[in-house]
């Protein structure tokens, strides 16, 4: 957060603040990159993980994940139309205001990564809550020193070559040091490169991590988890970024309850030794 910059908590919790659209970047055909500034104070300062609820005058809210941070302390919003609510998000022009509640939830335990080969495995759009981790393990892997993972893997699937995003950071993080393994299920005549899921990738790779932080689909992710045990990363040290339906954002209307968590509480980001005997029903 900028340091110039006041912050602020409205008296209703529930009131959104006034965002104004400053740029917007397309990364597919229906996902969209907002950049948004506040219109007066601030939100309070957040972490890789965290997410904001994102309110579309007359329309309706949804949660969603913290993708960046932009110049002057922009907050960064990817978005993919999928409904009334996400569909009036990204498709906000320059100018448009949106409401913005928090940041709320659970972060990426990014400074656990010091001494540990590291491993970031995003499906589809889930590359979009890890990228502040990954850059905050990039910018610390070319720092060196006693918080520095030994060794960063990026493992990024998508459904197609067409629903890849971010590729400039993809080549950056690449640049910086990181080991950066793309993947897609369905080729087209221009892919060269891997072919498959984020859990063949793993398996292939054959190796256990010190950390893993993975997001993506439900199914993906506990399959990436199951995976990533087998291997010999411990249980507590794989972090999952986990949605259910995310209503107020503080704990109060229990609609994102997932066993004793409460996920807008006690997640998004959750370890696997908290969550695997719920998510099991999977695996049969």
């Known amino acids: 957060m900028n340091g110039s910059c006041a912050c602020h908590q409205p008296a209703d919790p529930m009131a959104p603040v006034p965002h104004q659209v400053v740029a917007v970047r397309h990364q597919t055909d229906d996902v969209v990159t907002l950049d948004l500034t506040p219109v007066g104070a601030a939100l309070s300062a957040l972490s890789p993980g965290q997410f904001v609820m994102a309110w579309a005058p007359g329309v309706g809210e949804i949660p969603i994940s913290v993708s960046g941070r932009g110049e002057g302390g922009a907050i960064e919003l990817t978005v993919r139309s999928v409904g009334q609510v996400s569909a009036a998000i990204t498709g906000c022009g320059e100018g448009d205001v949106v409401g913005l509640r928090g940041p709320y939830g659970t972060a990426w335990p990014v400074a656990t990564a010091g001494g540990r080969h590291t491993v970031v495995v995003a499906g589809g759009l889930g590359l979009a809550p890890l990228r502040m981790a990954i850059d905050q393990l990039v910018d610390a892997l070319g720092a060196g020193g006693a918080g520095a993972p030994s060794r960063l893997t990026v ?3 998508a459904r197609d070559p067409s629903q890849l995003t971010f590729l400039a950071d993809v080549e950056r993080w690449q640049s910086s040091g990181a080991h950066v393994h793309t993947t897609v299920d ?15 990738a793993l398996e292939q790779s054959g ?3 010190g950390l893993a932080l993975v997001c993506g689909p439900e199914r993906m992710m506990t399959s990436a988890a199951r995976t990533l045990v087998g291997l010999g990363t411990p249980p ?7 949605e259910r339906n995310m209503h107020c954002g503080i704990a109060h209307c229990g609609r994102c309850q997932l ?3 409460l996920l807008c509480r006690d997640g998004a980001v959750v370890g696997w030794n908290q969550v695997a005997h719920l998510l099991e029903v999977y695996g049969r």
């Open 155 to 157: 493992v990024i699937g």
């Open 186 to 200: 369905r080729p087209d005549d221009t892919w060269t490169a891997s072919v498959g899921n984020t859990t063949m």
């Open 207 to 209: 190796e256990a991590h």
């Open 236 to 242: 507590d040290r794989v972090h999952l970024s986990l």
């Open 259 to 261: 066993g004793p968590l």
